[in-house]
């Protein structure tokens, strides 16, 4: 079955650039979703096939996909960025998850 | 928007059927999942329905246990879940895909979830 790997956490500075990896085989032939989940709600979805952003998720928030690895950026992060982040791809009819992120923002 | 119900403390081995309401959008219209996340960790998919009920996929861990169903007449998705497990212990959520009539696991809504706790 298919894998994504994710780093367990990060921080980052406030106002400085968070990059989050999702790893997995040839992921860049794949649609790859990021979700934003914070402590008792349901996630957010905040990038959409690769590199779109659903309306009302700030610019700031930019994904990319190549190769072996996807990548979720967050510039001039923010507290209220801080939260569990997870990437996610369809693959052979199920969904899988990476294991997730926690980003703190220092 | 998407309430689920029907969460609530079960004894392993026994069954519960989770609900999940729909409103606000053309609810035959669309694919629809369960995803859970038990106390603590990441989310893990569960089951799929695609939005005219043909198709419908489950992850390996509930395989042969779990039953999802829809009703467009009502607007709602259900999860048959049996044999629970505590491994079953989570929170569910019901998500609706992002596009009508695609199935391709990109999820645009999610309800707040339903607590499921399985424990003797």
């Known amino acids: 079955s298919y894998e994504l790997t994710q780093p367990l956490s990060m921080s980052v500075a406030l106002g400085q650039t968070a990059r989050i990896t999702c790893g997995g085989n040839?992921?860049?032939?794949?649609?790859v979703h990021w979700y934003q989940q914070k402590p008792g709600q349901a996630p957010v979805l905040v990038i959409y096939r690769d590199s779109n952003r659903p309306s009302g998720i700030p610019e700031r928030f930019s994904g990319s996909n190549s190769g072996n690895t996807a990548t979720l950026t967050i510039s001039r992060a923010q507290a209220g960025d801080e939260a569990d982040y997870y990437c996610?791809?369809?693959?052979?009819?199920?969904?899988?998850f990476g294991g997730g992120t926690k980003v703190t923002v220092l | 928007q998407l309430v689920e119900s029907g969460g609530g403390v079960v004894q392993p081995g026994r069954s519960l059927r989770l609900s999940c309401a729909a409103s606000g959008f053309t609810f035959s219209r669309y694919t629809m999942h369960w995803v859970r996340q038990a106390p603590g960790k990441g989310l893990e998919w569960v089951a799929i329905?695609?939005?005219?009920?043909?198709?419908?996929y489950y992850a390996d861990s509930v395989k042969g246990r779990f039953t999802i169903s829809r009703d467009d007449s009502k607007n709602t998705l259900y999860l048959q879940m049996n044999s629970l497990r505590a491994e079953d212990t989570a929170v569910y959520y019901c998500?609706?895909?992002?596009?009508?009539?695609?199935?391709?696991?990109?999820?645009?809504?999610w309800g707040q979830g339903t607590l499921v706790t399985v424990s003797s």
């Open positions: 329905i695609s939005y005219d009920g043909s198709d419908k």
């Open positions: 998500a609706r895909e992002s596009d009508v009539y695609t199935i391709r696991g990109e999820f645009d809504y």
């Open positions: 040839k992921i860049g032939s794949k649609n």
């Open positions: 996610q791809v369809w693959d052979s009819s199920t969904v899988v």
